[in-house]
């Protein structure tokens, strides 16, 4: 498919409206200084995201990136915020020196390049079938059916990770000295 079939397309018009703001916010959320803007941000990456699922036909995942995201850990976000009294303001001594932003970018873009030319080496220009795994009831069978194994280990990995959190959240001072 050549570019100009592609872009005569209006699905590839919508994407591009959708994509060009969400990568734009996603930038933002790690560029910006002020933490509750950083947030604000990542609801609108969020809500690129979820209606980027929801032009693919994948609404169950899409409206699940609405309401456990967005819905749910956005206000934990700003909620945690308010607890604790962060600094709103710009902090300059939180930015890392140059001497370790540069690599770190170029290590991204390096890895960002692997990650998709794996994938188009494996894949090609294949596409996804719209019939396979598109509605919740079919999601939720592949899911339960075939993928059940790795679906109860990533809920340990989890449950193990929560676990975790609230032990260190825990910890007197004095306890993480030693």
């Given at each position: 498919?050549?570019?100009?079939d ?8 919508v ?7 969400t ?7 790690v ?6 803007r ?47 009294r ?12 140059m ?43 592949v ?5 059940v ?16 959190g ?13």
């Open positions: 498919m050549s570019f100009g592609w872009i005569s397309e209006g699905e590839n018009w994407f591009l409206l959708i994509s060009i703001p990568v734009v916010a996603g930038w933002r959320v560029s910006t200084k002020n933490i509750v950083a947030v604000l941000y990542l609801v609108v990456a969020l809500g690129g995201t979820a209606a980027l699922f929801l032009l693919l036909g994948a609404e169950f995942v899409g409206w699940t990136v609405v309401l456990v995201y967005i819905g749910a850990v956005i206000i934990l976000f700003l909620i945690g915020i308010m607890i604790t962060a600094p709103l303001g710009m902090e300059s001594d939180l930015s890392h020196p001497e370790i932003r540069v690599p770190a970018a170029l290590l991204s873009l390096v890895l960002f390049l692997f990650v998709g030319w794996a994938m188009i080496d494996a894949f090609g220009t294949d596409a996804i079938p719209v019939d396979e795994a598109s509605t919740s009831a079919e999601i939720g069978t899911m339960f059916e075939r993928f194994i790795p679906f109860e280990i990533v809920s340990f990995v989890l449950l193990a990770a929560l676990i975790g609230i032990a260190l959240a825990r910890m007197d001072p004095e306890e993480a000295d030693a």
